[in-house]
């Protein structure tokens, strides 16, 4: 772990200094006079930072954000899952334990023993080829969808994704102007005859688990055939896996990577659904031919994942708390999907379709056609009640009539009242369409 090659240690000098050894720092005692002549500074936008825009749903979110609205907009974990206690008393262990190599830069690849912990976990979900040696600590798996845009996308290149999908993942991949292609599917997933047109992509996005957003969960055969034609095709796979632990009926089948060949498939997972995301905790399982390169764009991003953080993860999750700790997860997401199902059941049986999640966070709402969800967002919020348009997770046009509905952070009376409000707004605007 402290192998000096792999140490991220950042350019000597650091920052530019702003003051002098021994002096008051410049700008504290007195104000600098701005310069008279005339300013022609311009700042140029690359092009890549045009193709940047703000997540369409953090926007929303700030719209439903008012006092007495119930929301059932958020994508966050409920805050009561935190293990606060065990992650105060791990913190305290590791400043007790090992506070010099705690708060110091370190390797990029992440933290030894959580690369082994990772690794281990996803060899017991099948994926025989997990190795500590391919794992890449990420800050969020976010971070892991980032390097890959960086690493694996040109501008121009295709890459292939289910529709609707992770909004995230469009918005990590859009800097890097890839011509993103939908692959059709049907409830039960992409389609496998669809690699076919999907030959060339640099890879395909996929979310077999409880998807953000559809809740779809891919089943074991479809698992075998997606695999099956993206190696006839020759379409690596990156799988995205951030739900999987969060299943309520029975576990979903075994990943893609655990079905692929070592090199067809990158694997992406984190903690922050099963302790807590603003630990920013991820992690990539690579292919050999990958790794380095993924390494290479993680060090000039932010030369590693906080090293406090990885310590006081592994030193939580090591002796097995995750396995008390996730049914307990489990058990409250249940309560609250089950009160999301019936109240939908109540309220909404004639007027919307959904499929009752089985995991994850999310129902998904496809209205009567005709219906636009961004139109009638303002009218629901106005009635006490927020969701998410379905539109911005779809890469292409469509989705106009969907919606998303959280149902972790809100109790079974909210989601009852929310419910009902819904039901309301689009009663409404089904009597002002017909
Ligand atoms: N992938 C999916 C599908 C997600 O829903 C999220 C978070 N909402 C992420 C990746 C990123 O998660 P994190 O960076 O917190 O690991």
């Known amino acids: ?10 350019d000597a000098a650091g920052p530019v200094a702003s003051h002098k050894p021994g002096g008051v720092p410049s700008g504290h005692s007195t104000r600098p006079k701005r310069s008279k002549v005339n300013d022609m500074t311009t700042w140029t936008l690359a092009q890549r930072a045009q193709r940047m825009n703000p997540s369409v749903i953090r926007e929303i979110l700030k719209l439903t954000e008012q006092p007495g609205v119930i929301s059932l907009a958020g994508g966050l974990p409920s805050p009561d899952t935190f293990p606060v206690e065990v992650l105060r008393e791990a913190s305290a262990r590791v400043l007790r334990d090992s506070p010099r190599e705690a708060l110091q830069y ?11 912990w990772v690794a281990q976990q996803l060899k017991s979900q099948g994926i025989a080829h997990a190795d500590a040696q391919r794992v890449l600590i990420t800050t969020g798996s976010q ?12 501008a121009g ?121 603003g630990l920013r905790l991820g992690f990539v399982l690579a292919p050999q031919a990958l790794y380095a390169k993924l390494l290479q764009a993680k060090q000039a991003a932010d030369l590693h994942t906080p090293a406090f953080n990885q310590r006081i993860v592994h030193a939580v999750i090591e002796n097995g708390f995750l396995e008390q700790h996730i049914p307990t997860i489990r058990a409250r997401y249940k309560t609250q999907r089950d009160a999301m199902q019936a109240s939908l059941t109540k309220h909404l049986g004639g007027l919307a379709k959904w499929s009752q999640p089985r995991g994850g966070m999310f129902f998904w709402l496809e209205l009567p056609a005709g219906i636009d969800a961004m139109a009638l967002l303002p009218e629901a919020v106005a009635r006490g009640v927020a969701f998410v348009p379905g539109a911005p997770f779809f890469p292409g046009a469509g989705g106009a009539n969907t919606l998303r509905l959280s149902f972790v952070t809100v109790s079974p009376e909210q989601i009852e009242t929310g419910i009902a409000a819904l039901a309301q707004t689009l009663a409404e605007a089904e009597k002002r369409a017909a």
């Open 143 to 154: 971070q892991g969808l980032d390097l890959v845009g960086k690493v694996m996308i040109d």
């Open 157 to 277: 290149s295709r890459v292939a994704v289910e529709s609707p999908t992770y909004l995230g993942a469009l918005q990590a991949f859009a800097p890097y102007e890839p011509a993103v292609e939908e692959l059709p599917g049907d409830d039960d997933g992409p389609r496998p005859e669809s690699f076919a047109k999907a030959r060339g992509a640099r890879f395909a996005y996929l979310l077999p688990n409880f998807q953000n957003p559809s809740g779809r969960c891919l089943s074991d055969a479809r698992r075998d055939a997606i695999v099956a034609a993206a190696a006839e095709h020759g379409v690596p796979l990156v799988e995205d896996n951030p739900y999987g632990e969060l299943w309520y009926d029975a576990p979903p089948p075994a990943p893609l990577a655990a079905r692929a060949s070592a090199d067809a498939c990158v694997y992406l997972g984190s903690f922050s659904k099963v302790l807590a995301p």
């Open 1 to 10: 772990m402290n192998d000096p090659a792999t140490l991220a240690a950042p």
């Open 106 to 116: 370190a390797a990029s690849e992440g933290f030894g023993p959580l690369r082994e």
